[in-house]
């Protein structure tokens, strides 16, 4: 709802309720839409073609209105927040490095590398606004016209906006193509509609510092889904096979590291 009165394209909320005298659940009844979610769909398909060469505008220009959201005033609930006086980026960068040491039964020396790396990039602007914390094609409803709506805010925290610009890059989520932001457009192309739309000033290399963490978390997500399986909670292939993934973020952390040095 504060998206939607912010103008970003949602699904309007109809109904929310939290009364267990209404339903033994949280629950919630949206606006149905009508448009494709599937990326290798709009990064392949000639039909949406007309879609690819606005979408990385839509897009930036749509970021820049979900981080002008008032979440102080308006008390949003639920919103994880850094710590006072710390950076976003060290903590869940700390996290992140901590985990993979933890769950990995074997050694990764570009992680180890990578976060050296970040370590000592940690962006020193203490800048918070809302993010939506998955901002990916992934999580983009869209048609042949382009946005039909913006989905998924179950990560929505309070953190650095870069956040999500650096996300919407991050290699995972390009499915293959050579294009930067979101397999779709340029880096600078994000930059330059974010800052059209009113958004707050995000360097390159602000970016780049948040790509090379969304692959960094990336990892760990294929390190975690491989120590179910390992540790014996839930024995599944699948889960097996989605740790040799890892080394497809740490391939893309070095050319990160080797693009930005």
């Given at each position: ?5 912010a103008?970003v394209?949602?699904?309007?909320v109809?109904w929310?309720?939290s009364?267990?005298?209404v339903l033994?659940?949280?629950?919630f009844l949206?606006e149905?839409?009508?448009?494709e979610t599937?990326?290798r769909?709009l990064l392949?398909?000639d039909?949406?073609?007309p879609?690819r060469e606005s ?6 220009g749509?970021?820049?209105r979900?981080h002008?959201i008032?979440?102080d005033?308006r008390?949003?609930?639920g919103?994880?927040r850094p710590k006072?006086g710390?950076?976003p980026?060290?903590d869940q ?6 985990a993979?040491r933890?769950?990995?039964p074997?050694?990764h020396?570009v992680?180890d ?5 970040l370590?000592a990039?940690l962006?020193t ?6 993010v939506?914390g998955?901002?990916r094609?992934?999580n983009?409803?869209f048609?042949e016209k382009?946005?039909?709506a913006?989905?998924d ?5 309070v953190?650095?906006?870069a956040?999500?610009?650096g ?7 390009r499915?293959?193509s050579?294009?930067?932001?979101g397999?779709i ?11 059209q739309?009113?958004?707050p000033?995000v360097?390159?290399?602000d970016?780049l ?5 969304g ?17 014996g ?7 097996a096979?989605?740790?040799?993934r890892t080394?497809e973020?740490?391939?893309?952390l070095?050319e990160i590291?080797e693009?930005?040095?």
């Amino acid at each position: 709802r504060r998206a939607e009165s912010a103008g970003v394209p949602v699904p309007r909320v109809h109904w929310a309720s939290s009364d267990p005298r209404v339903l033994d659940t949280s629950f919630f009844l949206m606006e149905r839409l009508t448009g494709e979610t599937i990326p290798r769909r709009l990064l392949r398909d000639d039909a949406y073609a007309p879609a690819r060469e606005s979408l990385v505008g839509e897009l930036g220009g749509i970021l820049a209105r979900v981080h002008a959201i008032d979440f102080d005033r308006r008390r949003l609930r639920g919103l994880d927040r850094p710590k006072p006086g710390r950076p976003p980026a060290a903590d869940q960068l700390a996290g992140s490095v901590a985990a993979v040491r933890e769950l990995a039964p074997e050694p990764h020396p570009v992680l180890d590398l990578a976060a050296r790396w970040l370590e000592a990039r940690l962006p020193t602007q203490s800048r918070e606004t809302l993010v939506h914390g998955d901002y990916r094609v992934g999580n983009v409803m869209f048609d042949e016209k382009g946005v039909v709506a913006i989905l998924d805010w179950e990560l929505a925290h309070v953190g650095d906006p870069a956040e999500d610009l650096g996300w919407f890059c991050t290699k995972a989520w390009r499915f293959g193509s050579d294009l930067p932001a979101g397999g779709i457009g340029t880096r600078e192309a994000l930059l330059d509609a974010y800052d059209q739309g009113g958004g707050p000033e995000v360097s390159l290399d602000d970016l780049l510092f948040w790509e090379a963490l969304g692959s960094f978390k990336v990892a760990l997500v294929f390190i975690r889904q491989a120590y179910v399986h390992l540790s014996g909670a839930m024995p599944s292939l699948e889960l097996a096979s989605l740790g040799r993934r890892t080394a497809e973020a740490e391939e893309a952390l070095v050319e990160i590291m080797e693009e930005a040095s």
